[in-house]
Nanobody
Framework: VQLQASGGGLVQPGGSLRLSCVAS????????MGWYRQAPGKEREFVAS???????RYAPSVEDRATISRDNAKWSVYLQLHSLQPEDTAVYYC?????????WGQGTLVTVSS
């Protein structure tokens, strides 16, 4: 499975953006899809994930500012982020699968700066 992330860019503090990730084939709705991010000089960290039958999961740092959604018909997962701050600056990676069998996208850079 190949994943293609897009939607990153330069955003002013307080702004919003929507990240998209499309898979090269269908991902069953019972399989997690979601996002991690890696800020400069830091380890990759979990952001959000979603699978059918369970509530979305969010990192505490974004849970009141993020919405993850999925369109299984389009093999896609999305991440809407609001009230962006400089500390949200990172490369955002989408993923599909569980911890033992996970596929990663190439990452999309989000820069929050005035």
């Amino acid at each position: 499975v190949q994943l293609q992330a897009s939607g990153g860019g330069l955003v002013q503090p307080g702004g919003s953006l929507r990240l998209s990730c499309v898979a090269s084939e269908s991902i069953h709705s019972s399989i997690h899809m979601g996002w991690y991010r890696q800020a400069p000089g830091k380890e990759r960290e979990f952001v959000a994930s979603l699978r059918s039958g369970r509530d979305p999961r969010y990192a505490p740092s974004v849970e009141d500012r993020a919405t993850i959604s999925r369109d299984n018909a389009k093999w896609s997962v999305y991440l809407q982020l609001h009230s962006l701050q400089p500390e949200d600056t990172a490369v955002y990676y989408c993923f599909a699968g569980g911890p033992s069998n996970r596929f990663w996208g190439q990452g999309t850079l989000v820069t929050v700066s005035s």
